[in-house]
């Protein structure tokens, strides 16, 4: 009895030790990540440079509040067309309209165009007189920038600290924190962006996982995530979330870049928009 029980002692002692280290071998996976602000940008910035033009196809997931204050969801496929660092074409097939919902942008423009039962609207706004627009429903260049498309050429007010497995950006401005992203110090790959309002008050989340290696050193997330905290604040867009079952390298016609990446006209709309500086103003038809 004596011998079977310093058996048994010793079994445990075993798997408690496995148990020990497995523990710490996972914590190991924390990686030192970058020691300067300037190095992780320098890091960010070869992603944007290795793009490369590719098309996407999966589906989304859109929750919104309707007008009658009630949240509401919509799940539908999509396709994604983009062209880095600014030119993106999505279109959703909602309710047998295979251009149910449609929104874009280039180097100058930004549009969003619904045709739901509750919504029949269009908005659509100029980069060069904008300061923010969290109030659209779905932001076009949050959506690049979930796909792996961070423009960091302003390399200024930016700090680096650390939170666990993620080295973390904060950019200021004015004393005013306006974005944080938060980076994996192993694979150094985005796995979450903040921003701010002119306020301080967290205005939308970008989460992305799964990333896929599309082209040499270019990879992009399967699943997105963008929370917009500004609109739902306001009883607007909840959620858009994007589940990419495809995503590869595409060599885009001119005759196709110029239908899918110019601002499509507002027509057949209940509502057209246009947004001047975060205000969103009705336009007459």
């Given at each position: 009895m004596a011998y079977?029980?310093?058996n048994l002692r010793l079994f445990a002692a075993f798997a408690a030790a496995i148990l020990i280290f497995s523990g710490c071998s996972a914590r190991m996976r924390v990686c030192p990540g970058r020691e300067s602000a300037a190095e992780s940008l320098s890091v960010l910035q070869l992603q944007l440079k290795n793009a490369v033009q590719f098309k996407a196809a999966g589906s989304c997931l859109l929750q919104y509040y309707a007008a009658d204050k009630k949240t509401k969801k919509e799940n539908f496929p999509v396709k994604l067309w983009v062209n880095p660092?600014?030119?993106?074409?999505?279109?959703?097939?909602?309710?047998?309209?295979p251009k149910g919902i449609v929104f874009g942008s280039n180097e100058g423009q930004f549009w969003l165009a619904i045709k739901l039962k509750e919504i029949s609207s269009y908005w659509w706004g100029a980069y060069a007189r904008q300061s923010?627009?969290?109030?659209?429903?779905?932001?076009?260049?949050?959506?690049?920038?979930?796909?792996?498309?961070?423009a960091l050429q302003d390399e200024q007010g930016w700090s680096l600290s650390k939170e666990g497995a993620f080295d973390v950006l904060t950019k200021q401005q004015g004393g005013v924190k306006t974005r944080?992203?938060?980076?994996?110090?192993?694979?150094?790959?985005?796995?979450?962006?903040?921003?701010f309002d002119v306020d301080g008050s967290k205005a939308a989340?970008?989460?992305?996982d799964k990333y896929k290696e599309i082209s040499e050193n270019f990879f992009v997330p399967r699943t997105v995530k963008i929370t917009n905290l500004a609109a739902e604040r306001a009883g607007d867009c909840i959620s858009v979330s994007f589940n990419l079952e495809s995503a590869k390298p595409a060599d885009f016609a001119q005759k196709l870049r110029n239908r899918i990446f110019n601002r499509l006209k507002p027509e057949g709309f209940r509502?057209?928009?246009?947004?001047v500086d975060g205000k969103i103003i009705e336009q007459p038809e």
């Open positions: 079977r029980n310093t660092p600014a030119e993106i074409y999505v279109q959703g097939d909602v309710a047998f309209d923010s627009f969290e109030k659209l429903m779905i932001n076009p260049r949050r959506v690049l920038e979930a796909l792996g498309l961070v944080k992203i938060y980076v994996n110090n192993c694979d150094y790959l985005v796995r979450k962006i903040e921003y989340v970008v989460e992305v509502h057209i928009y246009k947004i």
